[in-house]
């Protein structure tokens, strides 16, 4: 699909559509990065290791990813 295409494609959608697609567009370029794929990695082992979290700080991760538009 050609950039032309695209643009086209996306300014045919329903703004529904267009913000889920923003939020996955944002979500794909965290999860490429090399830092945030490293910091998962370690939080992921530290689960299966038992490590858990608190509901505050979860919602703390909540708030920062909102912010982040996520």
């Known amino acids: 699909m050609s950039r032309v295409e695209v643009i086209e494609a996306v300014n045919s959608m329903g703004r529904e559509d267009r913000a889920f697609f923003a939020a996955y567009l944002k979500a ?17 082992s530290a689960m299966k290791g038992g490590d858990s979290i608190d509901s505050a700080s979860l919602g703390a991760i909540h708030d920062a990813l909102e912010k982040q538009g996520i």
């Open 28 to 44: 794909k370029e965290i999860s490429e990065d090399a830092n945030y794929k490293e910091e998962s990695s370690r939080r992921l």
